[in-house]
């Protein structure tokens, strides 16, 4: 059997009572360590499940999965994954290899941030497509994920940003002469986030551009969804662009329409109540 086990957004603890049951009974116990990561390391896990874990990198999934589900076809594994089991296509891949062997699965659910948004008070069914915002390089600098929020907006919808993580990637010199040595881990932050926003609509604008999404457009930026310094702020983008939360992971919300209960919110975590909401489209009760 191959578990697939949603470890929750926080600490070691955030695990269900069902997936820490399966995780002790499996011989094999792997840690998906590249789509998101947790606010304590891998000790404290193992320390907490009683179980010795195996770290599984970008490389290894996508290159040596099938031993990990050869191990799945004589015995029982479990692909433990920050938040929730299917926050990333990565894992769909992993069960339909699995279907096509013949080996049995089991998904145990767990929270993700794809939920754990409504913290800030913004209602969950009053979001759109989310959207994943890439770290820029000199030479590549895509804007396509701003188009998508604008459309969300256009509906009256929040858009929920994922802001890149660099976990285990290599130089492009590195990559061309085969050398495996590694950059630092990196994790984008609201206000890196939010400045490539603000570049984006300047380039819009230089076009002839009205855009939908402004400097004054609501924002909220969340940090460390879960644990226990959490951290959330709403303002205007701009406003967004120079917030501190602090260390990994970040959010970033672009609002949509808001009911006047989700303002109100917001305002509870506004870096600056006079000016929260004076370019918010509202809706009535």
């Known amino acids: 059997m191959l578990y697939l086990v949603g470890l ?14 399966a995780v002790r009974r499996c011989r094999r116990v792997y840690l998906e360590a590249y789509t998101s990561v947790l606010t304590v390391g891998k ?6 499940y009683g179980k010795e874990l195996i770290l599984a990198d970008r490389e290894m999934v996508e290159q040596e999965a099938g031993s990990i589900l050869k191990e799945a076809g004589v015995g029982d594994v479990a692909f433990l994954v920050v938040g929730d089991p299917f926050g990333a296509t990565t894992h769909s891949d992993l069960v339909l290899r699995a279907v096509k062997l013949g080996i049995p699965y089991k998904v145990i659910h767990n929270a993700s941030i794809m939920n754990a948004v409504g913290c800030c008070g913004l209602q969950l069914y009053n979001f759109g497509e989310t959207v994943s915002i890439v770290f820029w390089t000199d030479t590549w600098k895509p804007e396509s994920f701003f188009d998508k929020i604008a459309k969300n907006r256009q509906n009256g919808m929040h858009t929920l940003c994922l802001l890149d993580i660099k976990v285990k990637e290599q130089s492009l010199e590195n990559l061309m002469k085969g050398r495996k040595i590694y950059e630092p ?6 206000c890196q986030a939010a400045e490539q926003l603000l570049a984006i609509i300047q380039n819009r604008r230089v076009q002839g551009e009205e855009t939908e999404v402004t400097e004054d457009t609501t924002c909220v930026g969340l ?8 951290r959330i702020a709403s303002g205007t983008l701009r ?5 501190e939360l602090g260390g990994p992971l970040h959010s970033l919300i672009v609002t949509g329409t808001m009911h006047p209960l989700e303002l109100e919110m917001l305002k509870l975590f506004s870096v600056d109540s006079s000016s929260l909401g004076k370019n918010a489209f509202q809706k009535s009760t």
Do not use: H, N, W
């Not at 881990?185 to 609201?190: A, T």
């Not at 940090?223 to 959490?230: I, L, S």
């Not at 406003?239 to 917030?243: I, K």
């Open 8 to 21: 929750g957004l926080g600490d070691a603890k955030d695990i269900t009572v069902k997936g820490l049951e």
């Open 43 to 48: 000790e404290a896990l193992e320390e907490f």
């Open 185 to 190: 881990p990196r994790y984008m932050s609201v």
């Open 223 to 230: 940090a460390r969804v879960g644990a226990p310094d959490q």
């Open 239 to 243: 406003q967004m662009a120079t917030v």
